[in-house]
T-cell receptor, first 113, second 116 residues
Framework: GESVGLHLPTLSVQEGDNSIINCAYSNSASDYFIWYKQESGKGPQFIIDIRSNMDKRQGQRVTVLLNKTVKHLSLQIAATQPGDSAVYFCAENRNSGNTPLVFGKGTRLSVIA | DSGVTQTPKHLITATGQRVTLRCSPRSGDLSVYWYQQSLDQGLQFLIQYYNGEERAKGNILERFSAQQFPDLHSELNLSSLELGDSALYFC???????????????FGPGTRLTVL
């Protein structure tokens, strides 16, 4: 079942290529950012996070970049696989976390085999 | 699997009815958050509990209420249901270790509520 908004930006990527998903945030006081992956009918799944005292963080096949000057966050997925097809949300948090997340609208990633 | 469990997975009910959604946080997590996800609104924060006490409130309707019990599980009660309440309801949990940075929120699989 569909669980996300109808009018999401969509990114189509060839299998094996790198994907870059972007997110703009509005609150300069936000100091903690998380990327979530949501597959159809499932809950958001944590991918990677970054604190505002960093500008880059790497995980397994994923990298998050934070540009506080322009309030921009990006998620890079290396060697995109069919299993990466999902909706990706960025979320921001203020007061060093432990407070409700504010979610972006999401981007749908479609991987073309 | 995030370790957060939610029941039921699906719920179909009629307008005017009342339902209760249940969430069990990850072992050791003290804080529970409830979010609503609908097609046109995205993920919206409803309410947060920490160790049994309400900690933050979002756009939660007066017809909705929640509580967190001594064993840390939480229930979200939705009453006088309307068609527009049909949505996915997610609970998330975090530990809140008290350090300088916050702790990641992990989401459950959600409850899909359909109001007919």
């Amino acid at each position: 079942g569909e669980s996300v908004g109808l009018h999401l930006p969509t990114l189509s990527v060839q299998e094996g290529d790198n994907s870059i998903i972007n997110c703009a945030y509005s609150n300069s006081a936000s100091d903690y950012f998380i990327w979530y992956k949501q597959e159809s009918g499932k809950g958001p799944q944590f991918i990677i996070d970054i604190r505002s005292n960093m500008d880059k963080r790497q995980g397994q096949r994923v990298t998050v970049l934070l540009n506080k000057t322009v309030k921009h966050l990006s998620l890079q997925i290396a060697a995109t696989q069919p299993g990466d097809s999902a909706v990706y949300f960025c979320a921001e948090n203020r007061n060093s976390g432990n407070t409700p997340l504010v979610f972006g609208k999401g981007t749908r990633l479609s991987v073309i085999a | 699997d995030s370790g957060v469990t939610q029941t039921p997975k699906h719920l179909i009910t009629a307008t005017g009815q009342r339902v209760t959604l249940r969430c069990s946080p990850r072992s050791g997590d003290l804080s529970v958050y409830w979010y609503q996800q609908s097609l046109d609104q995205g993920l919206q924060f409803l309410i947060q509990y920490y160790n049994g006490e309400e900690r933050a409130k979002g756009n939660i309707l007066e017809r909705f209420s929640a509580q967190q019990f001594p064993d840390l599980h939480s229930e979200l009660n939705l009453s006088s249901l309307e068609l527009g309440d049909s949505a996915l309801y997610f609970c998330a949990s975090s530990v809140i270790a008290g350090g300088p940075w916050g702790d990641t929120q992990y989401f459950g699989p959600g409850t899909r509520l359909t109001v007919l």
